[in-house]
C-alpha cells in the first residue's frame, strides 16, 4: 500500500515560486517509484480535484494547458520523491495540492481523471496573495 506525502506549500506573493515535494512510501522490494504514474492536482472548495501534470512510467510528461510553461515535474527515484514546480504563480493558483499514484499498464500513460489514482496524500496548501 503505497503513502504519499506533500510538502512545500505555503503563502507566496503573485509573481512567485514553489517547489512541491510528493514523497511517497511503501514500495516494496518488486517495484519502483517509476513503476507507477504519478500525476499533480489541485482543487479548491465546490470544485473537482484538476490534474495539473503528471509523469508516466517512462517519464514522459503531460499537463494541462492552463499552466502551460509554468509548471514542470520531476522524479527521483532514489528517493522516492516526486517535485512540482510552479512558477510565475497568480492568485488562482490557490489551492490545495495533491499528489496522486497510479500503476497504469501504458508505460507512456498518465491519467487526467482524478478517479483512476487509487493513491493519494492529504494535500498541501498553496495560497497566492499579496
Known amino acids: 500500500q503505497l503513502q504519499l506525502v506533500e510538502s512545500g506549500g505555503g503563502l507566496v506573493q503573485p509573481g512567485g515560486s514553489l517547489r512541491l515535494s510528493c514523497a511517497v512510501s511503501?514500495?516494496?522490494?518488486?517495484?519502483?517509484?517509476?513503476?507507477?504514474?504519478v500525476g499533480w492536482f489541485r482543487q479548491v472548495p465546490g470544485r473537482d480535484r484538476e490534474r495539473i501534470i503528471c509523469?508516466?512510467?517512462?517519464?514522459?510528461?503531460d499537463y494541462e494547458d492552463s499552466v502551460k510553461g509554468r509548471v514542470a515535474i520531476s522524479r527521483d527515484n532514489a528517493k522516492n520523491i516526486v517535485s512540482l514546480q510552479i512558477s510565475n504563480l497568480k492568485p488562482e493558483d490557490t489551492a490545495m495540492y495533491y499528489c496522486?499514484?497510479?500503476?497504469?499498464?501504458?508505460?507512456?500513460?498518465?491519467?487526467?481523471?482524478?478517479?483512476?489514482?487509487?493513491?493519494w496524500g492529504q494535500g498541501t496548501q498553496v495560497t497566492v496573495s499579496s
Open positions: 496522486a499514484a497510479d500503476y497504469p499498464a501504458g508505460a507512456s500513460f498518465c491519467a487526467s481523471a482524478y478517479q483512476l489514482y487509487p493513491y
Open positions: 509523469i508516466s512510467r517512462d517519464g514522459s510528461t
Open positions: 511503501g514500495l516494496t522490494s518488486d517495484d519502483s517509484l517509476d513503476d507507477y504514474a
